[in-house]
C-alpha cells in the first residue's frame, strides 16, 4: 500500500470536473489508511493515571508553558471508553495491578501504552515486594519514557515517538474494518490489511 500523497493541480479546460469540484481546483490522492492513521497519531487522548511524582510533570505536559495541544494530544479523558493512550506515570503498586489491567481492557482497539518513568518502566529504586518491576507485567507498552521523573518535553518526546508508531499501525481488528468499510463506498474487500 503506497504511502505517498500526490497532488495533482486541475489547470487544463479540458481535463474533466471531478465530482462537485471546480476546475483549478487541488485534488489529493492517497489511501484510506493513511487518512485513517493521520488522523488518529495527531488526535491521541491519553487516558488520566497518574499514580506518583510523575504525575506531576505529566499535568505540566498540557500547561501553558509545554502546551501539549500543539501535537493534539491534550485531551486527558477521566474513562477509558474516551481513551486510546495510557500513560502510566508513576510507580506501579501489586495492589494497583490488576486495576490498571482493568482499564486497559476497558479501553477500545486501538490503544497505547506510554510507561512514563522509571519506575513505571523498571521499578525505579524501589525494588521491593510491594511494587511491580516494570509495567510491561501487566500490559503491553509501546513507548518507554526513561527519567526520574522525565521532564514534560521527555513525555512530549515520547508522545511523538508513538505517532510515528501509531502513522504505521494498519487496521486489523472487526471494528477497524468495518470503520474502513464505513468510508470506503467499493466495500471491505478494498481494505489491505
Ligand atoms: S520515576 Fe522518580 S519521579 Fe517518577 S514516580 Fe518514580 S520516583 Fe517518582
Redesign the pocket.
Known amino acids: 500500500m503506497p504511502k505517498k500523497v500526490e497532488t495533482i493541480v486541475l489547470h487544463d479546460s479540458s481535463t474533466p470536473v471531478i465530482g462537485d469540484m471546480e476546475k483549478g481546483g487541488n485534488v489529493v490522492v492517497t489511501s484510506l489508511e493513511y487518512l485513517l492513521a493521520q488522523a488518529r497519531a495527531n488526535s491521541l487522548w491519553p487516558l488520566t493515571f497518574g499514580?506518583?511524582?510523575?504525575?506531576?510533570?505529566m499535568m505540566s505536559t498540557v500547561a501553558s508553558r509545554f502546551d501539549l495541544a500543539r501535537f493534539g494530544s491534550e485531551a486527558f479523558r477521566a474513562t477509558p471508553r474516551q481513551a486510546d493512550v495510557m500513560i502510566i506515570?508513576?510507580?506501579l503498586s501489586k495492589k494497583m495491578a490488576p486495576v490498571l489491567r482493568q482499564i486497559y481492557d476497558q479501553m477500545p482497539e486501538p490503544k497505547w501504552v506510554i510507561s512514563?518513568?522509571?519506575?513505571?518502566?523498571s521499578g525505579?529504586?524501589?525494588n521491593n515486594y510491594a511494587i511491580v518491576q516494570g509495567a510491561d507485567q501487566v500490559v503491553p507498552v509501546d513507548v518507554y519514557v526513561p527519567?526520574?521523573?522525565?521532564s514534560p518535553d521527555a513525555l512530549i518526546y515520547g508522545i511523538l515517538k508513538l505517532q510515528e508508531k501509531v502513522k504505521r499501525h494498519k487496521a486489523t481488528t472487526f471494528g477497524e474494518l468495518r470503520l474502513a468499510e464505513a468510508f470506503n463506498p467499493r466495500g471491505l474487500e478494498e481494505v489491505d490489511v
Open positions: 499514580l506518583a511524582c510523575c504525575a506531576i510533570e506515570a508513576g510507580r512514563m518513568g522509571a519506575c513505571a518502566s525505579g529504586v524501589y527519567g526520574c521523573p522525565p
